[in-house]
């Protein structure tokens, strides 16, 4: 049974860079999954930010993709966000995700972690 | 970009049927999957490949997708039901994941 979980920082001042890692357990990464990060602001939806696939492919929300560095640790089973420049409005509960390589949904979800952007 | 919409709300009577849309051009063509989240917890896929139910889903969700407009069905809703519903779609002509705004269903 795959498990993931998020860490990192709960609190980020603006214009700095928001880091977090995505530990999974149960299942390879290296296997032929993407892996993947969503998040959701308090009281809003669901916004995909980006996924990696086993092979380091990666793909990621065009509203976001200047900002966004998704990278895969294949020695610690562990895949990472990097976002920089952030503000307010990425202050949200960020999910790492295991996503189906053909038909793109995701059947595992971490718990969450929120991450505020404040000075 | 392709957008998904799904309306804000839906409220059903326990024991009752309650529809959730999610409209999009020719999503059809699409495979539709979805996800409901309670409070507090993250999503929990319900759906995939339009009317496919992972296991533990009880059968009384189902889902179709036809035309513009897929469709998640609860029938003899609990109160337990009561959740955020989202649909999601990749976007295979753009390489993108898009989900739906979400919809409140509320057991009255």
């Known amino acids: 049974q795959v498990q993931l979980q998020e860490s990192g920082p709960g609190l980020v001042k603006p214009s700095e860079t928001l880091s977090l890692t995505c530990d999974v357990s149960?299942?390879?990464?290296?296997?032929?999954?993407?892996w993947g990060w969503i998040r959701q602001p308090p009281g809003k939806g669901l916004e995909w930010i980006g996924n990696?696939?086993?092979?380091?492919?990666?793909y990621y929300n065009p509203s976001l993709r200047s900002r966004v560095t998704i990278s895969q640790h294949t020695s610690k089973n562990q895949f990472s966000l990097r976002l920089t420049s952030v503000t307010a409005a990425d202050t949200a509960v960020y999910y790492c995700?295991?996503?189906?390589?053909?038909?793109?949904?995701?059947?595992?979800w971490g718990q969450g972690t929120l991450v505020t952007v404040s000075s | 970009s392709y957008v998904l919409t799904q309306p804000p709300s839906v409220s059903v009577a326990p024991g009752k049927t309650a529809k959730i849309t999610c409209g999009g051009d020719n999503i059809d063509s699409k495979s539709v999957h979805w996800y409901q989240q309670k409070p507090g917890q993250a999503p929990v896929l319900v759906m995939y490949?339009?009317?496919d139910r992972p296991s533990g889903i009880p059968e009384r969700f189902s889902g179709s997708n036809s035309g513009n407009t897929a469709t998640l069905t609860v029938s003899r809703v609990e109160a337990g039901d009561e959740a955020d519903y989202f649909c999601q779609v990749w976007g295979s002509d753009s390489d993108h994941l898009i989900f739906g705004g979400g919809t409140k269903l509320t057991v009255l």
């Open positions: 149960g299942h390879s990464i290296t296997t032929a999954y993407y």
């Open positions: 990696i696939y086993h092979t380091g492919k990666t």
């Open positions: 490949y339009d009317s």
């Open positions: 995700a295991r996503l189906i390589a053909v038909a793109r949904y995701f059947d595992n």
